[in-house]
């Protein structure tokens, strides 16, 4: 990869569009432009209609062509827009004139890669905008726009400064009189690392959160065979995607669905049955609503009027995993157990708003109050923890101070590597591979 190299790529969509826009990243772009709108005068960041021809000076296409002058531009480089109508046939003629001109096809996040190097962006906005191009909800969309737009890395910059000030600090109890140093020094190196530690700790509690804005809620449906998942997951996924069947055992994978409630992403699982089999299929399907039931941020438990009473009994309901617990098919008996107060039919309907009202109440419980959450990758999630175990080994190193620093720089390091300013070229290469071609 050569960061010198004239570049460009569709920034728009693919497919049949009215417009396009390919945008173009270089060094001193300005003698193209002007060929491409025939003007030896222009003016930056203003659109100009073009006739665009080739080197043969047939007709391409008529365009808008917009240029932005380094350093005022995505890129940091001099940046061309060219809006084109969105045709394939357009958009390839489009290609190989660039081509001709001895530019070349951009890598996937190579625009973005040359902001990080110019210093438009850091790892942490990079990983903004990976997680906003993949946004579907609206709560998705403002995390990762507050992300794009600098919401971690200020947080992480703050520690990293407050780490390598705790860290001088320390060494410098080394190498001063005490006399020349701040009253109570060591004791307050000790507190700001320990604030430091009890921050990163906290924000890793909320990864889970975090993960779930970013990939969805994930909500399973669990309980025996012919209970009624099915239904419920058709119901509520309002479409019949899962087979219904009065036969036990019907469903033998798990069947999923993606939906909006509320403006949050909800992976919504119909699982197996759980029942005792000598079917090899079906067991594999049970072992698979086991794995559901672990990455469950919310089960709902489907019981029948039949096995209310297994409800007092059923163990699998009782876990670290928010449950609601439902009697289906309440349109076959009159019956109601007082301590059981959510009785449901998939097939009436009735009690089904009830449902969707307790299920949005636990999506609220879990998500609402994370506006400010830091958004933490699994990459991120990792060099969290290991700032968070350098500060521990910081502060359990008592008053060698030797030891107290070297930790706490490595903590400092750590955070570093999550903003890019320590990095690695397999880091660089991963984060930026999230991002399309133009970006």
């Known amino acids: 990869m050569n960061n010198n190299d004239t570049i460009f790529a569709l920034s728009s969509g693919h497919g049949k569009s009215g417009v396009a826009v390919v945008r173009i990243s270089g060094d001193n772009l300005r003698d193209i432009f002007s060929k491409f709108i025939n003007k030896s005068e222009f003016v930056p960041r203003h659109a100009y209609f073009c006739n665009l021809r080739d080197r043969a000076d ?34 390839n003629a489009v290609f190989e004139y660039l081509a001709t001109l001895g530019m070349r096809m951009a890598m996937a996040g190579e625009f973005s890669r040359r902001a990080f190097y110019n210093n438009k962006m850091d790892l942490t906005d990079v990983d903004g905008l990976a997680a906003l191009l993949d946004a579907q909800t609206d709560v998705q969309r403002k995390h990762a726009l507050r992300s794009m737009l600098g919401h971690d890395s200020k947080i992480y ?41 009890n921050e990163i700790d906290s924000a890793l509690k909320q990864y889970r959160t975090s993960r779930a804005i970013r990939g969805g809620i994930n909500i ?8 009624g998942k099915s239904s419920i997951f058709n119901y509520l996924a309002g479409a019949n995607r899962a087979i219904v069947s009065d036969i036990a055992g019907t469903t033998r994978d798990v069947v999923s669905t993606t939906l909006d409630i509320d403006g949050f992403m909800i992976n919504l699982s119909d699982t197996a049955g759980i029942r005792e089999t000598d ?30 009473p297994k409800w007092r009994t059923d163990i699998s309901r009782i876990g670290p995993n928010p449950n609601i617990d ?9 019956e109601r157990d007082p301590e059981f107060g959510l009785y449901v039919s998939a097939k009436t309907g009735d009690g089904m708003d009830e449902l969707m009202s307790t299920l949005r109440a636990k999506i609220h419980e879990i998500m609402d109050g994370t506006e400010s959450a830091l958004s933490i990758n699994a990459r991120t999630k990792s060099l969290l923890e290991s700032a968070r175990d350098e500060l521990s080994h910081a502060l359990s190193s008592g008053e060698n101070y030797d030891i107290f620093a070297e930790h706490t720089r490595r903590a400092g390091d750590a955070i570093g590597q999550i903003l890019g300013t320590i990095t690695a070229s397999e880091v660089l290469d991963k984060t930026f591979g999230q991002l399309c071609l133009g970006k």
């Open 58 to 91: 047939d007709l391409i296409d008529q365009c808008l062509a917009i240029y932005f002058p380094a350093p005022h531009s995505f890129t940091g480089t001099d940046v061309i827009e060219l809006h084109t109508h969105g045709a394939p046939a357009t958009i």
């Open 157 to 197: 910059n703050t520690w990293r400064d407050q780490m390598v000030e705790v860290s001088a600090y320390a060494a410098a109890i080394l190498d001063y009189n005490a006399d020349d140093l701040p009253a109570n020094i060591g004791d307050r190196v000790h507190a700001h690392a320990k604030k430091l530690y």
């Open 220 to 227: 399973a449906l669990v309980g025996e065979t012919n209970v």
């Open 279 to 308: 079917d090899i299929i079906e067991n594999i399907g049970i072992e698979r609503t086991k794995n559901e039931i672990e990455n469950a941020d919310i089960i709902i438990h489907v019981y029948t009027p039949k096995n209310v």
């Open 326 to 334: 439902i009697v289906n098919k309440c349109d076959t008996t009159t």
